[in-house]
């Protein structure tokens, strides 16, 4: 079962904010994954994402060519249990090499623990992803994007908050039937 929501980004900041709003609804072991043509705004929604997880956006960029950035805080006042944020770029992982690629950056093994894992190109993932994740699909509309969520597995009970905190930003969240 898969319940979805569209948002009309009209502007940088409303991506933006709209990844701040998912960041702030992720807990630990959660995938976001995104998909969309080349400039649609995926490593904007992570910078967004980065935000809403207390970390600084400006340091987020797009790990094409090492496949994954992980972003944590610096401040020494940290608590132990904050979330990391994990950044990868599946774009070159698509195929049977898949499995392996992810093998290698540790997909299966402690990445998820303290980590939100935001995923650009998830489509090409396929199975890979599991049952729990919320896809993230940007698309260009004139004059900005169409941002749909679609919630599966546990990402599914907070589909109605995440609506409510969109609603609450002014963003009118729209759902997809």
Do not use: N
Not at 107 to 125: C, K, N, S
């Amino acid at each position: 079962m898969t319940v979805a929501l569209q948002v009309e980004s009209q502007t940088l900041e409303q991506t933006l904010a709209v990844g701040t709003i998912v960041a702030r609804r992720a807990v630990a072991g959660d995938i976001v994954g995104l998909s969309g043509e080349l400039g649609a705004g995926k490593t904007q929604f992570v910078r967004g994402m980065a935000e809403g997880m207390g970390l600084d956006p400006r340091v987020v960029s797009s790990p094409t060519f090492v496949l994954v950035h992980e972003y944590e805080r610096e401040a020494a006042d940290v608590p132990p249990d904050a979330l990391v944020l994990v950044h990868i770029d599946a774009y070159r992982l698509a195929g049977d090499d898949a499995a392996a690629g992810l093998e290698s950056i540790g997909w299966a093994d402690e990445l998820f623990e303290q980590a939100v894992v935001a995923v650009e190109w998830a489509d090409v993932l396929g199975e890979h992803l599991g049952d729990d994740w919320l896809a993230v699909r940007l698309e260009h509309s004139d004059p900005g994007r169409l941002i749909t969520l679609s919630a599966h597995g546990r990402w599914l009970p907070r589909i109605e908050l995440l609506q409510a905190d969109l609603i609450r930003a002014g963003l009118c969240p729209q759902p997809v039937t």
